[in-house]
């Protein structure tokens, strides 16, 4: 109810994920008269999609400390609550994302061992599976070496449920590659990650820069939550700006709009590669469930993308598998923060 085209695109999407997925039934939640008004235009659901009402709605202008405290009987509080309550396996919302983590964090908890949880994305790549995992991408703004350390360990861990990769490449994203750069917490995250890498799955392959991300040589980019959301936004809004460059200069003439006519099929898989519609929904790990965060403004194709991720996520049994992985690599991050405060003592001794 709370997304930035309303429900009538939520409903779309929603046939449209329902054609994909014949075995899955849906919860619908939001005013029961109104959405059975845009249900009634998709006889394909019928039969397939409970509608959970509830009387009010949480805006985008909405706080989330007001929604924490205020927003039960809300349709993103009842969406979540579904999972809580066991009858739903995951929820996806269009909603406030701020008052989306606030609710999900109350109402369901974090994994034990979880310090921060974290906004997974998906970015277009030349990695074989033709994308990348980034976190954080705005659940916080900070994040200690502890933190980027579970990161880690949560998007390998989406990466081999949500991508199939069984061995992800993870990297942490820095100023530079070179091992001496960049701020303090982000050498020790470094070397932290490098000795869980084993526990955790994954290789690890050091510092990698902003050029990388987009690139084949990482499966998943470590960063804090203001660097990692900016540069979605940045990323978001240069390819918006290359297409939009390209609709321009193939109707800028009758010779552009032949050549354009020529181009039809390279052009449109193109746009399907970069179309980041097929790439919607932030995923937030380290949850005691599976909730997925569509953009506010996304159309049907986007909320279908995104109920999809969802649904396979589910089915993986990925939240079971990532409170495992959390639990196996806190154990090897306090064994090598014991060793790292044992090291650091015997070294103050030798300079006394």
Not at 218 to 236: P, Q, R, S
Not at 283 to 291: D, E, S
Not at 304 to 317: E, N
Request: aromatic fraction near 4%; proline fraction near 3%; include cysteine.
């Amino acid at each position: 109810m709370g997304g930035d085209r309303g429900p009538a695109v939520v409903v779309a999407g929603l046939s449209k994920s329902a054609a994909q997925f014949p075995d899955v039934d849906f919860l619908l939640h939001g005013n029961e008269t109104e959405l059975r008004t845009y249900l009634a235009r998709h006889a394909d659901l019928n039969g397939r999609v409970r509608i959970v009402h509830a009387e009010r709605v949480v805006t985008m202008s909405d706080k989330p400390s007001q929604v924490m405290r205020h927003g039960e009987g809300t349709s993103m509080w009842s969406t979540i609550d579904s999972i809580k309550d066991g009858h739903a396996q995951a929820a996806v919302s269009c909603g406030n994302t701020g008052a989306l983590m606030a609710v999900s964090m109350i109402r369901l908890r974090k994994i034990k061992g979880v310090n921060r949880p974290a906004i997974a994305c998906l970015w277009p790549s030349r990695s074989p599976g033709g994308f990348n995992v980034m976190l954080d991408v705005g659940a916080g703004i900070e994040a200690e070496a502890e933190d980027l350390l579970q990161f880690a360990t949560m998007g390998a861990s989406y990466a081999r449920n949500g991508l199939a990769l069984s061995q992800p490449r993870v990297g942490l994203l820095n100023v530079g590659t070179e091992e001496h750069k960049g701020r303090a917490e982000l050498k020790v995250a470094h070397d932290r990650i490098a000795a869980a890498a084993d526990v955790g799955g994954f290789d690890f392959v050091g510092f990698v820069e902003g050029g990388d991300i987009p690139s084949g040589r990482v499966d998943v980019i470590v960063t804090d939550g203001f660097t990692g959301n900016i540069a979605l936004k940045t990323g978001e809004g240069t390819a918006k700006l290359i297409s939009d460059f390209m609709r321009e200069a193939f109707n800028a003439g009758l010779l552009s709009k032949f050549a354009a006519l020529l181009a039809l099929n390279s052009l449109k898989r193109l746009q399907r590669r970069i179309d980041p519609r097929r790439v919607n929904g932030g995923v937030f790990l380290g949850l005691n469930g599976t909730v997925v965060k569509s953009h506010g403004s996304a159309d049907e194709t986007g909320v279908a993308a995104a109920i999809g991720l969802a649904i396979k996520l589910a089915r993986s049994g990925f939240v079971e598998r990532l409170a495992a992985r959390i639990a196996s690599t806190g154990q090897t991050g306090q064994d090598l923060g014991k060793e790292g405060a044992t090291s650091t003592a015997q070294g103050d001794g030798k300079n006394e």
